[in-house]
């Protein structure tokens, strides 16, 4: 008899899990995903297309706090944690209700999950979302372009629309990110305008095969802290170092930091000296192997004059104000460094950006840039609009002047990875790439 399991996810690792290992199982049955972090994905199915010969009638996706219920209905015994950035003690909460009801819990090693590559994988993934896995990864592909290395991006997924044609995504230009959600474009958007390709989608399997083909290096960029796709050669691990003890108390940081072959200490401009101590002993403490780089990301604004003594809205990176944990980013940064007077957005907010403050009570008055879905945009572009300020300073990677009306002046926030001292990511690169 095939064993009944749940899925526990948020549109990612929870698709591959089910890729690699249930899909063609027969000693398993997958009855249902659930969904968590991500809004208005969940009541959905798992297409047949994807699914595989043996449900032909897709899966059907609900939302996390149907667990209990789920798992008597379906008389499950066996559910798999397969999202990321969660404390340690969430992880155990949720083991918990899965093991009150009478089912084992699980959680899927790289062994099963891990692709195998024929090109050489530099992947970079992080102790937390919003760690700044995106600059490291654009400051590597720098260095992979001045080299001459042939190269593209795999991006951890982000399928928020119909998974059906989200099968392997290929983004080279700016008629690509047509019709994505913010938090798609938030991870694209820079690297396509820099001239890279960037993979993606829900078959990483296919989409390693297409990557192949065009380039000699890949280059894995995880998503919040999640573990790669795809088997390293090389891999980098970013730790947040204004949220020391994060690299060790949150899953899978842990497991990152452990097989990290670089760390990459972030944000040391802006965080206490004694964090950043902390931090650095604490990767020594469970992997003295690993070579450590010390980084900042400096910030800058294409006008500042829009911003310096006047009235601004603040938008952030959403994932990591919301589940990052976050209360300030780049834009925070800009706004106190020129003296700008920052309006509150929470008494305008409207729809599920409104719920946002509710259920992250930690946000101050900045406004995360959520989009999952055409209706939550229309809800963010709703609030912006009734916010009474002179300049809105976006601190998000997105440039939402390209993808909403604003009806006043707007501003854009960039930041770049600066490594501090010896080693840098060049040295690692130089070393790691004779390989190739």
Known sequence: MRKNVIIMGAAGRDYHNFNMFFRDNKSY?????THAQIPYIANKFYPKVLAGKMYPKGIPIYPEDKLSKLIEKYKVEEVVLAYSDLSHIEVMEKASIVLSCGADFRLMGPKETMLKSKRFVISICASRTGAGKGPVTRRICQILRSKGINYVIIRHPMPYNDLSKMIVQRFANKDDLKDLTIEEREEYELHVEDGDTVYAGVDYEKILKEAEKEAKVIVWEGGNNDLPFIKPDLHIVVIDARRPGHELFYY???ANLRMADVVIVNKVGT???LDIEKVIANVES?????????????VSVDRPEMVERRRVLLIEDGPTLTHGGLDFGAASIVAKSLGAYVINPRMQAVGSIKDAYVKY????????AMGYSRRQLSELEETINKVSCDTILIGTPVDLRNILNLNKPAVRVRYELKEIGEPNLEDVLKYSLRKV
């Open 29 to 33: 049955k997958v009855v249902a995903f």
């Open 252 to 254: 899978p940081s842990e």
């Open 271 to 273: 965080a206490n000296p």
């Open 286 to 298: 469970v992997n003295s192997k690993a070579k450590i780089i010390k980084s900042m990301m400096p």
């Open 361 to 368: 009570p930690h946000l101050g008055a900045v406004l995360p």
